[in-house]
């Protein structure tokens, strides 16, 4: 979370500067790096590139990339017209949407403390986004509606995931979303991309190296453990986009914000509780 997070305060800060497409090109493109070299030095059954790389199941990646493009799509249009924590609460409803999606199409048993969790994150969510959504502001309905339909899209994408994790590696995953989101991004090369700036270079190849790394922390993730319990984890990265928003673009949390704060902690220790197995 502390990756997504980071590499979403450097495309917040990118925003106005660069094409939607042209972020979505770059970012993906660079962290191509990052996945590949993984890949090669992956150990285990499957070494090397080549077995890291290998699908038996075309299908799944395609399917896979395209829904989360869109969820890109739909994440950089939030962090452009939102503070970073005010879009990253917005994607804070995925946790929450994907519950009865792994129940369903997983199998997955919800516990008490999981489902407690989800929602107790969810309200400091809220709590987060509440100043935005009284005073929008010049674009941020647009924002909010972006974030959503993130939101929603995500939630579909990680129960996916998990269903291609049975058979394909996460190096392989993390690739194929990479390779196919810098294609969609280059696409939009003919409408048009802006000349950028050293710093604006420096920027998105930080971004894409982040991601990358994200690729590959977020997939590992999902392949060793469920994602239910994994969701309440998602929202300690608020508090991660709060430091950043502070610290890079001078936006101070309010009273509300620190009681979201409090509220998405214990969300994750309810996720992180495991009752201890009785001896016999």
């Known amino acids: 979370m502390f990756l997504i997070t980071a590499m979403s305060a450097l ?30 030095l992956r150990r285990g059954a499957q070494a090397g590139l080549r077995a890291q790389l290998s699908t038996r199941n075309p299908r799944g990646h395609i399917l896979r990339s395209l829904f989360g493009a869109f969820a890109m799509l739909c994440s950089f249009a939030s962090l452009i017209w939102l503070p970073v924590a005010n879009a990253q ?12 999606l792994a129940a369903h199409f997983l199998g997955e048993r919800l516990s008490i403390p999981v489902i407690l969790g989800a929602i107790l994150g969810l309200l ?25 339909a993130y939101a929603l899209t995500m939630a579909v994408v990680r129960v996916h995931v998990k269903a291609l994790t049975r058979n394909e590696t996460p190096a392989a995953i ?18 048009g991309w802006l000349a950028l700036t050293p710093s604006v270079w420096a920027l998105l190849i930080g971004a894409g190296l982040l991601g990358g790394l994200a690729h590959i922390a977020s997939t590992e993730a999902v392949a060793r453990s469920p994602i239910s319990a994994l969701a309440v984890f998602d929202y300690t990265g608020l508090i991660w986009a709060m430091l950043f928003d502070l610290l890079l673009f001078s936006h101070v949390p309010t009273p509300l914000s620190w009681l979201g704060i409090i509220a998405i902690a214990a969300a994750a220790l309810f996720g992180a509780w495991r009752p201890k197995p009785v001896a016999v």
């Open 89 to 100: 609460a917005l994607s804070y409803l995925a946790p929450v949407l994907t519950l009865p």
């Open 11 to 40: 495309i917040h800060a990118v925003g106005q500067q660069a094409e939607l497409g042209q972020i979505i090109f770059w970012r993906s493109a660079v962290a191509l790096v990052p996945i590949t070299i993984y890949a090669a």
């Open 124 to 148: 400091g969510a809220v709590a987060f986004l509440w100043d935005a959504l009284e005073t929008p502001g010049q674009g941020a309905l647009w924002g909010i509606g972006a974030g959503l």
């Open 174 to 191: 993390a690739f194929y979303f990479a390779l196919t989101c810098s294609v969609i991004g280059l696409a939009t090369l003919p409408f």
